[in-house]
């Protein structure tokens, strides 16, 4: 594994900053409010040619009645449990606080590296004094950091990579499967990740939106190695006001992007909301491999044929999704879960089959001599040859005399031959149509 560098601290001290500072890319939400940056969250670094991941946590407060604030405790305290190195954040404008020194204590427990930075030191020139107060914490030199425009940022990485293991050993994290757990919210995709893992990883409460950032979690079993990613769940637009909910759903979307499976949540109790299509359509319309995980099933009245029934009704509102397989889980009990890895294994490798031109080719002549292609006022379309471009959806072009005629109906026919030959079973197709002359 690479490297992990935990980022803690209070509230509001600039962990956020920091860790989109380091990362590059605004994956951290950023706004002035305690407890914004509510779970875990994963990004990739390069420093001086050494590759690691850091951490962003929640703010930690030391004693709090709030049940989201003692999550965040929580959550700060297992990033503290799996890091290599501690960053340990502190804000000059404030000075050394009772929660700072409790912090400190709490980490010098762990008997990890910690690297201080005492953040927010934004002017240039002289070093502001009243960092040598921060020596009191008794974690070691205090370093002058600006996260916002980045000054310091240099010395805290040298000393991070002081502290790193050797890089002999470590594996390489390109062969894991990204799975996106995605839904809308309080179906259950905190707690089908907590099933998964075993632990207390994302938070779970009842309370909608819990969630706010897409959390990576890198992962291993014995049906191979993983990297889960949990969103916030994706509301109506309508309803989508709050800035930081804004951030959340693009967030979703971004987590979309980067997956190589998407798992779509729907509450068994629901069926088929008009979210749920939304969401689906988000994962079919980016061209993600896809299941379909039915949660809660423990909670539903069993009859004849219940899951047959349910099954056939997801299949009608999910039209467009036939190809996705279906699976009915509890997250309660871990009924089923471990079936979702067989899935996602295979839905992956059959999105990145490849199929050789010849083989097409055989199974379009078939497909036209079965099925005349259509006529339109007397000219017939002329299919000449098909071959597979791309994988991740795989993406097949069909070269004609005439695209006009290439009708929507028959594409899809044509797609279906592909289906019922190659299998392609959990993935979309993509499909471009080429007339003879265009980009030859």
Known sequence: MK?????????????????NKLAGKRLSIVEDTPGVTRDRLYAECEWAGRTFNIVDTGGIEPKTDSEILTFMRDQALAA????????????????????????????LRSRKPIVLAVNKMDSVGAVNP??????????????ALSAVHGHGTDELLDACLSYFPDEDGLEDEEDRIKIAVIGKPNVGKSSIINRILGEERVIVSDVAGTTRDAVD????????????????????????TDRIEKFSVMRAQTAIERADVCLIMIDARDGVTEQDTKVAGMAHEAGKASIIVVNKWDLVEKETKT???????????????????????????????????ELANYVNQQASTRITTGMLNNVLADAQA????PT?????????????????????????NDA????????????????ATFGLEGTPIRMTIRQRGDNE
Not at 217 to 240: C, Q
């Open 130 to 143: 009243d960092i040598y107060e921060f020596y009191a914490l008794g974690v070691g030199d205090p370093i």
């Open 80 to 107: 503290i449990e799996t890091a290599d190195v501690i960053v340990l954040v502190c804000d000059i404008t404030t000075g050394v606080t009772a929660a700072d020194k409790e912090i400190a204590n709490m980490l």
């Open 376 to 400: 339109d006022k007397g000219r017939r379309l002329k299919i000449f040859y098909m071959t597979q471009t791309g994988i991740k959806p795989p993406h097949f072009v069909l070269f004609c």
């Open 404 to 419: 006009e005629l290439f009708h929507f109906s028959y594409q899809r026919y044509i797609e279906n031959q592909i289906r």
């Open 217 to 240: 979690t890198p992962f291993e079993n014995e049906w191979g190695k993983y990297l889960l990613i949990d969103t916030a769940g994706m509301r109506k637009h309508s309803r989508v």
């Open 370 to 373: 079965r099925v005349q292609p």
């Open 307 to 341: 899951m047959d029934k349910m099954r056939d009704k997801i299949r009608a509102d999910l039209s467009y999704m036939q190809y996705a397989p279906i699976v009915f889980v509890s997250a309660l009990t871990g009924q089923r879960v471990d079936r979702i890895f």
């Open 3 to 19: 490297p992990l560098v935990a980022i803690v601290g209070r509230p509001n001290v600039g962990k956020s900053c920091l860790f």
